[in-house]
């Protein structure tokens, strides 16, 4: 019988063979115990998401320190001070309250903390996420220029849940379009801003065919959550 170990690194092999030279995996470990994460990790796994807080600060704390955390999740401005000292990304930045809490908690760890701007291209009014004129007024602002301890590292879309692929191409599409205006426009001479973060389970090889350099995969990689598992 094939172990649970097994079967997450044959998925892994799996997911990583899909992936083009420049497309890197996070392999989003949410709801998933230490032992499923460490059997990634023995086949070669580095990058992690994980959305909660309250699971991401144990983990990291328990599980090898080569590990890099992406926290893929919306964060709450009350949760940032437990994140920063982890994190090696926060993926999912969509306000400036926010990166004004990020940059503050990134200053008394004396760290640059990496951030994505997430960007709203879904049809569902619940997800997070700019505008891109919303996002232009927090790039302008000097409250932003002010944030020393911020490095903004590129941006993040999540598509509709929908079956048809046209569209979710289109939305991944957009996201694309967003990184390439905001390139030019704010970061023409910043190395540091260079990641798409878009794609998870069920879209992510459309999501790479729009240029996506991060691919947020969970369940193709660990299985179905078991959300019951979870106090
Ligand atoms: C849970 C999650 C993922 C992974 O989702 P799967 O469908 O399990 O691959 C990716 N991105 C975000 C933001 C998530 O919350």
Redo the contacts with the bound molecule.
Sequence with gaps: MITIAEEIQANLQHVKSDLPEGVRLVA?S?FNPAENIMAAYEAGQRLF?E?HAQELVPKAAALPKDIKWHF??HLQTNKVKQVVPVADCI??VDSLKLLQEINKQASKCGKKMKCLLQFHVAEEETKFGFTIDECRNVLESQEFKNLDNIIIAGVMG?ASQVTDEQQILSEFGEVAAIFGILKQDYFKDSPDFKEISMG???DYKLAIKKGATLV?????IFGE?MYANIK
């Design positions: 989003v949410k998401g959305s893929i999740g993926e999912a999540m998870m389970t069920h947020r995969v969970g369940s193709g959550r």
